[in-house]
């Protein structure tokens, strides 16, 4: 299993598309830390779409139809899982606290 993973769903729910990876960029992580400091104060269409751009980096096959059939809970644990592991380079106080939560 990959590190990071994004399913595409069918009409039936089925996985047409898998896309995953194991290796993110350096600065696709100083990214994401940067996301997370500009995302708090958008909007939640702006959410989305500064969030449909991220992941585009990480998955850089992935396309915006495919994006409309993923999995809302799919794409939200992805980017939580790799702000979170960014968080987790820094030893952030938000990295400490999430590891506390888990």
């Known amino acids: 299993m990959a590190q990071f993973e994004l399913n595409i769903y069918g009409n039936n729910d089925e996985?047409?598309?898998?896309?995953?990876?194991?290796?993110?960029?350096?600065?696709?992580?100083?990214?994401?830390?940067?996301?997370?400091?500009?995302?708090?104060?958008?909007?939640?269409?702006?959410?989305?779409?500064?969030?449909?751009?991220?992941?585009?980096?990480?998955?850089?096959?992935l396309t915006d139809e495919d994006l409309e059939c993923a999995d809302y809970e799919d794409v939200m644990n992805t980017f939580k899982q790799l702000l979170h592991k960014s968080n987790a380079v820094g030893g952030s106080s938000s990295a400490k606290d999430d590891s506390k939560n888990a």
């Open 15 to 61: 996985i047409l598309k898998t896309y995953a990876t194991d290796r993110v960029r350096w600065g696709v992580y100083l990214q994401a830390l940067e996301l997370q400091e500009k995302i708090a104060d958008k909007s939640a269409a702006e959410q989305f779409r500064l969030i449909n751009a991220f992941l585009k980096k990480i998955f850089p096959d």
